[in-house]
């Protein structure tokens, strides 16, 4: 357990629905992270949240929309998918921003897009 | 561009000693992170370097040559257990982690 939990573990979706993933950190920190992982591809940078401010938007099609209510608790809306958004996305948190700061993941949502 | 470089697959005999080299090239240079993924699951913190030399940390060390771009993660008296992908990140200028697509290892008893 990283202190990190992530909501669904896997969800299958069509193409005209909209879901939401949920992560919360139980850890006390002030980032939190979107990443999306596929097969044998690095880790992508989605979105960056700093103390509820969203600090980095790395090109992100508009069909993911993030939400971090609080420090603690960061969503991903899904809307219009396609099948190549099929991955692994995974939520992290760090104490702060910068040098040093390890990163905290969650296990995963499994998203398979129909 | 910016990269890391990482074998994609390495195979090991349990009880032997492994070294999982990454190479980067990035525009600047604030540490770099080796991470452990065990498959299904969330990567997990291993190591941070920032300065050169190596870091030992019970079973696993790591080294760095920021003159070279350069990081191993050397793995000793493996176990069955350690079967999993070794991800290479590298903090740019920018502070930006720049990941490596990661090695899979596996471990033959």
């Known amino acids: 357990e ?3 939990t992530q909501t669904p573990r896997h969800l299958v979706m069509g193409m005209t629905n909209k879901k939401s993933l949920k992560c919360e950190q139980h850890l006390g920190h002030n980032a939190m992270y979107w990443y999306k992982q596929s097969a044998k591809k690095p880790l992508e940078l989605m979105f960056v949240y700093n103390f509820k401010e969203q600090t980095e938007n790395n090109s992100v099609p508009s069909r993911f929309s993030p939400e971090c209510p609080n420090s603690s608790h960061l969503f991903l809306h899904l809307h219009t998918l ?9 939520c992290a948190s760090s104490q702060e921003l910068g ?16 | 561009g910016q990269n890391i470089d990482q074998p994609t697959e390495m195979t090991a005999t349990e009880g032997a000693i492994v070294q999982i080299n990454c190479t980067y090239q990035t525009s600047g240079f604030n540490g770099l992170f080796w991470y452990q993924q065990h498959a299904g699951e969330a990567p997990t913190f291993l190591s941070y370097n920032v300065l050169d030399g190596l870091e030992e940390k019970g079973r696993f ?13 050397l793995l000793k008296e493996l176990q069955m257990k350690d079967s999993a992908s070794y991800l290479c990140a590298v903090r740019d200028g920018n502070y930006q982690l720049i990941w490596g697509a990661g090695t899979k290892l596996i471990i033959k008893p």
């Open chain 1, 2 to 4: 990283t202190g990190v």
């Open chain 1, 82 to 90: 396609q099948p190549e958004d099929s991955a692994l996305y995974l």
């Open chain 1, 99 to 114: 040098e040093g700061n390890e990163q905290f993941f969650g296990p995963g949502t499994r998203l398979t897009v129909l």
């Open chain 2, 61 to 73: 060390s790591s080294f760095l040559s920021r003159s070279k771009g350069y990081s191993y993660l």
